[in-house]
Every structure is written in structure tokens, then in C-alpha cells.
């Protein structure tokens, strides 16, 4: 087709349009406010129609993915387990009595009167304030005091500053006021722990508060936390939560090749190809050389072990949320693939020692690339959350010995009581 005829072509459809478009305005004019009405309807039915078949076929696809996967996991199962664990009889479960248990705690106490250590870091003390302030916008008379409240949640408060604050944030004095607004305000149950959780260390804070107040916000607290831990203990998937089903090394290099981008490839290895961390423990991660003194480095940082050809040896992890519970980790990197993927993206980006291994500043922005990166693969909404519950599911489709939870609980950097509520069934 040449130039002149295709142009012909365009013309003509695009007069088409206008034709069309004029007419369907004409119509409008005439008909007025009804027809917009019963269009809209009409157009309302086609689209619940279109979701109704979509869901029905991805539901189909799903049922039949779902199918693939059992029977796979069936042939590879009966291989392993022989090797790992003698075969152990599988009884049915029955439906047993729920057992209630009541504990005597004795007075409730807040962490600063047990310990007598005021003040949050300063990260924290920020995310603290940032909820703070959404609830006070709801209740609050006045603007926040935001520097007078960040005196108090770093330990720093001093004469009358509780005094002020609370002058400041008069509806402290009302606990059963805040609790419902925090309530009213989120039906997700992290949510509301995660709020209530500020107010009530910020009451834990203030000695014109604690008496009165504190109990009160820590039983509520307490409550919604069991909540979610019986909810959770069910490994049940979330609603609409898409999970991965295979993590096999052959799977996640033909899923590699859909990603030109070496930064890309990268990421989507290092979270399928080895025990996935957390978002903070990776977007810190930075190079240092095999001569590095452990006791010398900055633990503020992680960081990534590399010899003279840029060929990654080992992670080092110091700053991580579980960093009291395991220490200092320092973990091997044994996967060939992920290897070379690493140092091809040092030499691509000619990064050298003391670059981050990951171009971003933030830990928001990383987890955008994450989301972004696994969903053009997946073609449905991967989150880092569903990486780590998928990839828990995925290793613990098999009998394991005890030692190998423990090494896979310690290399992703949870607990292995977490590690049980992160499976799903």
C-alpha cells in the first residue's frame, strides 16, 4: 500500500467519525436527558457483562494453572521427601474443641515503665507523626504542634511540654472518643494497630496521661492484634491477593528473557532465586571489597561482598528489622545465575565500591519497580508481601527438616513463627 492510499484511507475513517460523532449529538439533543439515561444503562450491562466473562475466564485459567501445579508438586514431592524425611502418615484432621486460655498478667505496663528507656528513633518517631496527623485533622482544634510532639516521641520533652501538648491535642483526654474515630476511620485491622499503636505509645509518654488512659488504648490494641494473628494463623490468601505458584530456577530464567533492562533483571533474580528480604534490607545494600573488617562497617548499612572482577561473593546484612533476634548475617551467594546477572549489572552501570547496588533513594520508590517489574510478568498485581508469602508457600509445599526452616526463617530475615503465618493454603 502506498502512502497516497493509506492517507486516503485515514481520511476516510476519520470523516467517518466526525460523521458519526455529529449524528450520535444530534440524537442527544433530540432525546435529551432520557436517552443519556438509558444509555448509560445500556452501557453499565455491557460492561458487568465483559467483567463477568473475564472473571469466568480467569477463574478457568486459574482452576486449571492450579491443576498443573498440583500435579507437578505430586511427582516432585514423592521424589524429595524419600530423601529428606522418612514418609510420615498423613491423618485427616478433625474438628477439634477451641481452647480458650486466660492469663494473669497483673498490671499492664507500657515498654518505657518496664525498661525506663524513653524516646523512638527517629524514622519512627516520623511514620508516628505522619498518622498522628491525619487523626488529629479529624479532631484536633488547632494545627499540630508537630516540633513540641516530636520533643516528647524522641524522649526529649522536658518542664511543661506534656502540658502544652496536650493543651495542643485536647482529645487525648477522650481515649474512647479517638479509639472509635481510629476505627470509624479504617476497617483494616493493620490499619487501626498500626494507628492505635502510635497514640498509645505517645500516651505511654506522657505521665499527665498514662494512668488515666493507657490501659484503656493497650487492651483495645491487644485485641485487634489477636484478631489479626487468628486471622492470619489461618494462611488463608487474601481477598483478590495473586499469588506465584513457581519458583523453579528453569521458570524464573525463561521469565528473565521478557526483561531487556539489566536493572530489571536483576531485581526480579534477586527476589525469586534466593530467600526474599524485606524492601529496607535490599534498597541498602551497597559494595564493599573482599578485604572489608566486619566490626568496622557502618551499621547502618548493608552491603555486598564483590572480588576484583565485580563477581559477587556474599551479602552482609546489619540493618534489618530482625537485626536483635539474628545479628550480623552474612550470607553466600551460591546461585550461578544470580551471579552473573549481579556482576553484569555492576560492569553494565560501572558501579565501584561504595555505590549502592540499586539506584534508588527511596525504599517507596524500589518498591514501585518491584510491583511494576513483577506484574508485567506475571500479568496480574505482584506486590513484594506476595512475593514473600508466595515464596514461604512455595518452599514449604515439601516436608523440611527442622534446620532447614530455621536457615530459611534466619536468610529471609523473619521469624519462624512468621515465617508459619506467611504460608498460604
Known amino acids: 500500500m502506498d502512502t497516497e492510499t493509506a492517507n486516503k484511507i485515514l481520511q476516510k475513517k476519520k470523516e467517518a467519525q466526525q460523521r458519526k460523532n455529529e449524528l450520535q449529538r444530534e440524537r442527544r439533543q433530540k432525546q435529551g436527558e432520557e436517552w443519556r439515561k438509558r444509555n448509560m444503562e445500556l452501557q453499565q450491562a455491557y460492561r458487568d457483562r465483559e467483567k463477568a466473562k473475564l472473571d469466568e475466564a480467569r477463574a478457568k485459567r486459574d ?34 474443641p477451641i481452647v480458650r486460655i486466660v492469663k494473669d498478667t497483673g498490671k499492664m505496663i507500657s515498654n518505657y515503665e518496664r525498661t525506663g528507656i524513653k524516646g523512638l528513633t527517629e524514622k519512627t518517631a516520623n511514620i ?19 516540633e513540641l510532639l516530636t520533643k516528647i516521641l524522641l524522649g526529649k520533652g522536658e518542664g511543661d511540654d506534656e502540658d502544652k501538648l496536650l493543651k495542643n491535642m485536647e482529645y487525648l483526654k477522650d481515649i474512647d472518643l479517638l479509639m472509635k474515630t481510629i476505627e470509624d476511620k479504617y476497617e483494616n485491622m493493620e490499619s487501626r494497630k498500626s494507628y492505635l499503636s502510635s497514640f498509645m505509645t505517645l500516651i505511654s509518654y506522657m505521665d499527665c496521661l498514662y494512668k488515666i488512659s493507657y490501659e484503656k488504648i493497650r487492651n483495645r490494641f491487644d485485641k485487634i492484634k489477636n484478631e489479626i494473628l487468628g486471622i492470619r494463623g489461618e494462611n ?46 535490599v534498597v541498602k545494600i551497597e559494595l564493599i571489597g573482599e578485604d572489608y573488617e566486619i566490626d568496622k562497617l557502618d551499621v547502618k548499612k548493608n552491603y555486598i561482598v564483590i572480588d576484583e572482577n565485580d563477581e559477587p561473593k556474599e551479602i552482609i546484612y546489619l540493618a534489618y528489622k530482625t537485626n536483635k533476634t539474628y545479628g550480623k548475617q552474612i550470607i553466600q551467594i551460591v546461585n550461578d545465575n544470580l551471579k552473573r ?69 534466619m536468610m529471609m530475615g523473619h521469624s519462624k513463627e512468621e515465617q508459619q503465618l506467611y504460608k498460604r493454603v
Open 128 to 146: 508516628y507523626i505522619t498518622r498522628i496527623r491525619v487523626i488529629h485533622r479529624e479532631l484536633g482544634k488547632n494545627k499540630l504542634d508537630v
Open 63 to 96: 482452576e486449571e494453572i492450579k491443576k498443573q501445579v498440583k500435579k507437578q508438586v505430586k511427582k516432585e514431592v514423592k521424589k524429595e521427601v524419600k530423601k529428606e524425611v522418612k514418609k510420615t502418615e498423613v491423618k485427616k484432621e478433625v474438628e477439634k
Open 236 to 281: 488463608k490468601p487474601k481477598e483478590n491477593e495473586e499469588n506465584i505458584d513457581d519458583f523453579s530456577e528453569e521458570t524464573i530464567m525463561e521469565n528473565s528473557e521478557k526483561l531487556k533492562v539489566s536493572n530489571d533483571r536483576l531485581i526480579y533474580q534477586f527476589y525469586t532465586l534466593q530467600p526474599t528480604r524485606r524492601l529496607d534490607d
Open 341 to 409: 546477572t549481579i556482576q553484569y549489572h555492576i560492569k553494565h552501570l560501572k558501579l565501584k565500591i561504595g555505590d549502592k547496588l540499586f539506584q534508588y533513594k527511596r525504599s517507596g520508590d524500589f518498591g514501585v519497580a518491584i510491583k511494576r517489574i513483577f506484574t508485567r510478568i506475571y500479568l496480574k498485581p505482584i506486590t513484594l508481601n506476595t512475593i514473600r508469602h508466595s515464596y514461604i508457600s512455595w518452599e514449604l509445599r515439601e516436608q523440611r527438616t527442622a534446620n532447614y526452616l530455621n536457615n530459611l526463617a
